[in-house]
Structure formats: C-alpha cells, structure tokens
C-alpha cells in the first residue's frame, strides 16, 4: 500500500501515517515491554524501531528462537511453554517491566490484553499500560454492565433483559416478553464460548441452569443475561481510537464471515451499509467511548439484522484487534504508533473530519488448521515460505521457512490484508495473493479462504454469519 492512502491532512499523509501535530509534546514513553508473541509483537516491535522508542519483548520458552526475538532491543524469558506460566502470568509480566525499567506494557491482544487486574497492577507499579484505564477494562468486559452504559448513551442494544438474570421466574418474565428464539449469554464469556440458543419454553429452565454452570467454570462468573436470537444477522464493528479528549473512528469493518462465531475474513467498507446507516454506526461507537470515558484503541461490535437493517451493540473489545491492519488500509492511519504516542501524553492533533476512507481492504487470518479435518490445528515445522507481494498487499507475519509452529497458542500464523479500489479489485487481488502465497511443511487455511472468496455468495455481499456454516454442508 502506498500511492492510494488517504489524506488525512496533517504532517504526514502516506500510508502508515500517524496524525499528530507538527510540533508535538515529547513522549512521556521511552521505553516498552511487548506482552505478546508471533506477528502483534513484531508489530508492536517494528512501531517502536520507526518512534524511536527501546522494546523489550517478554517471551515464552517455546518462542525463544522466534523472530520477534531476534527483532527486538532486548528480550527476557518469562516463563514455560504454557501461557498461564508466561504470557498470562500477570506477576512475571510486571516483575520483567520493573527489571528491564521500561515506561510502558504493550499487551498486544489475546492473552493480559483485557484483563483488568493486570491494567491496575500496572497503574500500581508506575507502569504505563497501553490501553484503557482497569475500570473501564473492567465495566466493559462485563457484558451486563456495557449494555447498560450502552443504553445510557443512546446506543441500541438488542432487546432482553437489562441486567443479569438470577433465577428461572426472572428468565420466563424475558422470554415472555422477547419471544422465541432467544439467546442465553454469559455476562463475561467473549470468543464465541458462552451462548445458548433456547428454541422453546420447554427447554428454558434446563439451558438457563447448564449455561450457568458453564460459565463458573469457564469464566469463574456464573451471571447470564437473556437477548432476543437474531438469525439473520452481520457481524459489524467500528474502529475508534481516543487520547481521553479526543474521539476517533475510522469506519467499520464487516466480520460476517466466520465459523463457530470465529472470525476468518474481515473486510472495509461493509457490502451492506449505506451512508445513513454507516453515520449511525460511527455516532453510536464514539458516544458510548464518550460515556465511559475511553483511551486508546478499542473496537465497538454490533450485529445488524438484515431482515430489519437495524443494528445493536453486543460488545466493546478494549485493545487492538486481529483486524486492526484492514482499518489501517482503507484509512492510511498506523494504530499501533498512535496507541503507543497516546500512552506517551501526545494528543490527536486532527478531527475526525480529516479521517478518509479509501478504497476496500480484506483480510485473510492464515492458521496453521486442516479445513478437511473440522479446522483442526497442526502444528509443524515450515519447510518452504514465501509471501505474497505486489501493489495493495500487506502480509503480517513472524514466520519464515524452518520455523517451527508451537503447539501451545493461537493457531494463527499470519494475516493477509488486500487492498483494492472496489471490492471486487480487493476481492481478485485477495485470491491472487493466496495463490502466491507458499506455506509447505504445514496444512493451512489459504486454500479455503480462496475457495470462499470465489463463491458468488461472497462476491454479492449478500450473506450472514451462518454463510460459512452453509457452505461447508454443501461442499464436499
């Protein structure tokens, strides 16, 4: 990406520009601890190499030899394999950011990224955490309570009970009022994990009682909350970024393409939106950023009815997201330097009149799974590895041929982010890419991705979150 980045009309215009003013305060943060592994801390690494800000990766035994390793200032061993034993072992974290004596904790996403308790164990320490305050980690990761300030700035959300459920007369009083289907989740489940669907009265008392049980375990929180089941549905989200004053948004990114409420291709602009409905979107994100007082990078996800072309807020992920690079690509705004000069005290030096969106970027995630075997994860060693390359192509990624893929994390190994001025440009570059593309050793998802991409279902944009689901029944 490069001749077609947008203008955002500040010192820098190119792609990957980050907009702050021409004489901007000196970064409070001189130095930071990466909390993460694979192509976010290579990310996260490679933002601080271009600000001139020392990284420091905390890192696993499994990915001692790993390139971001190899990349950063400095890296420290934190821990085993295991991440409850390294990178979500919240005490080794902080314990290695006071010995290294950085300024600030990147926790990338995933692993510490959402966990309150580690955000105030940081703000304890003196150490800056890159990200929003714990409170608001905290409000926002209980799905009871984000409905709820959702609802106090005017954010639509979908109609079910307004707080938690607690006993069996509570969810038939829902149930009598929302009407069958309707859907049982629980107040901290996140991932997909979590959810019932209640067909029928019969059923409610026995699902209320099992989905509460499953998320003490789960979660450790058995609270549960009841919202109307929408079955024909997108799953649409809008990227925003605030320095506590200031709020952004840089339009939506359509995540309907999943499998088991699992993200695979994420793409900007949405297929479906029209002007009135994307300013709607945006206006709902940044007010309830507004209401509760947000900083930094966060991603506002609603689900839209495409029976009704109403939409709701479901969620707020407070941290970059998987998908952040498509938000990038269709605005020219590099995220993860303004997290980490947002964190340093210096402020968003534009207004979101100057934010353009241009173009259409999809994404690919790449995950070392057999599409064949029910996407099962398989771990291996890369005997052969080429990116793609080409105009309007983006590949994140820690891997190189001989590495060898741990099979104690994520199974995702890259990401293959396409730009293109239409859709369909971004859609036929996309397939040109996978095409490129050579991971040996290993059986990833690229193949599948491209047989998705080629359906007419895709190319119409007219599709739900059951899209995938259809077609792999149909496929053999």
């Given at each position: 990406m490069a001749e077609h980045a947008a203008s955002v009309a500040v010192s820098t215009t190119s792609a990957g520009s980050t907009p702050v003013g021409p004489n901007p305060p000196a970064s409070t943060v001189k130095s930071v601890l990466i909390a993460n592994r694979g192509e976010i801390a290579l990310r996260v690494i490679r933002a601080c190499k271009e600000l001139g800000i020392k990284s420091v990766l905390a890192y696993s035994e499994a990915d001692a030899d790993s390139l971001p390793v190899k990349l950063a200032d400095q890296a420290v061993?934190?821990?085993?394999?295991?991440?409850?034993?390294?990178?979500?072992?919240?005490?080794?974290?902080?314990?290695?950011?006071?010995?290294?004596?950085?300024?600030?904790?990147?926790?990338?996403?995933?692993?510490?990224?959402?966990?309150?308790?580690?955000?105030?164990?940081?703000?304890?320490?003196?150490?800056?955490?890159?990200?929003?305050?714990?409170?608001?980690?905290?409000?926002?990761?209980?799905?009871?309570?984000?409905?709820?300030?959702?609802?106090?700035?005017?954010?639509?959300?979908?109609?079910?009970?307004?707080?938690?459920?607690?006993?069996?007369?509570?969810?038939?009083?829902?149930?009598?009022?929302?009407?069958?289907?309707?859907?049982?989740?629980?107040?901290?489940?996140?991932?997909?994990?979590?959810?019932?669907?209640?067909?029928?009265?019969?059923?409610?008392?026995?699902?209320?009682?099992?989905?509460?049980?499953?998320?003490?375990?789960?979660?450790?929180?058995?609270?549960?909350?009841?919202?109307?089941?929408?079955?024909?549905?997108?799953?649409?989200?809008?990227?925003?970024?605030?320095?506590?004053?200031?709020?952004?948004?840089?339009?939506?990114?359509?995540?309907?393409?999943?499998?088991?409420?699992?993200?695979?291709?994420?793409?900007?602009?949405?297929?479906?939106?029209?002007?009135?409905?994307?300013?709607?979107?945006?206006?709902?994100?940044?007010?309830?950023?507004?209401?509760?007082?947000?900083?930094?990078?966060?991603?506002?996800?609603?689900?839209?009815?495409?029976?009704?072309?109403?939409?709701?807020?479901?969620?707020?992920?407070?941290?970059?997201?998987?998908?952040?690079p498509v938000s990038e690509m269709v605005s020219g705004i590099d995220l993860i330097k303004l997290q980490l000069q947002i964190a340093g005290g210096i402020p968003i030096a534009i207004t979101q009149d100057d934010v353009r969106i241009d173009g259409h970027a999809i994404e690919c995630r790449i995950n070392a799974e057999d599409p064949d075997r029910g996407f099962a994860p398989g771990p291996g060693t890369i005997s052969s590895f080429r990116a793609p390359g080409g105009f309007g192509i983006r590949m994140d990624t820690h891997i190189d041929t001989g590495y060898t893929i741990p099979p104690f994390y994520d199974s995702m190994i890259g990401k293959l982010i396409c730009w293109g001025q239409t859709r369909d440009e971004a859609i036929a570059r996309t397939i040109r890419a996978l095409d490129e593309m050579v991971v040996d050793g290993i059986i990833t998802t690229a193949p599948f991705h491209k047989k998705v991409l080629e359906t007419e279902r895709f190319r119409s944009g007219d599709f739900n979150t059951a899209f995938v689901a259809e077609y792999l029944s149909t496929t053999p």
């Open positions: 061993c934190i821990g085993p394999a295991r991440a409850n034993s390294s990178y979500r072992n919240a005490h080794a974290v902080v314990g290695a950011a006071l010995a290294y004596r950085v300024d600030a904790i990147h926790p990338g996403y995933g692993f510490l990224s959402e966990n309150a308790d580690f955000a105030a164990m940081c703000e304890q320490e003196g150490v800056t955490f890159i990200g929003p305050a714990s409170d608001v980690i905290k409000r926002m990761g209980d799905k009871i309570e984000a409905k709820i300030i959702a609802r106090r700035a005017g954010v639509p959300t979908v109609p079910g009970s307004v707080g938690a459920i607690a006993e069996y007369a509570e969810a038939l009083a829902v149930a009598s009022d929302v009407g069958y289907p309707l859907l049982i989740k629980a107040a901290a489940g996140g991932g997909g994990r979590g959810m019932r669907v209640v067909q029928a009265a019969e059923t409610l008392e026995k699902d209320l009682q099992e989905i509460m049980s499953e998320a003490e375990v789960a979660f450790g929180d058995p609270s549960v909350y009841i919202e109307r089941y929408l079955t024909d549905i997108r799953h649409i989200e809008i990227q925003v970024i605030s320095d506590g004053t200031t709020v952004l948004h840089l339009g939506e990114r359509d995540c309907t393409t999943q499998r088991r409420n699992q993200k695979l291709i994420e793409e900007s602009p949405s297929p479906v939106l029209d002007e009135e409905l994307r300013a709607g979107l945006a206006e709902a994100a940044v007010s309830l950023c507004h209401e509760v007082g947000y900083k930094n990078a966060g991603t506002v996800e609603f689900v839209f009815d495409n029976i009704s072309r109403e939409y709701y807020f479901i969620e707020m992920n407070t941290r970059i997201q998987v998908e952040h």
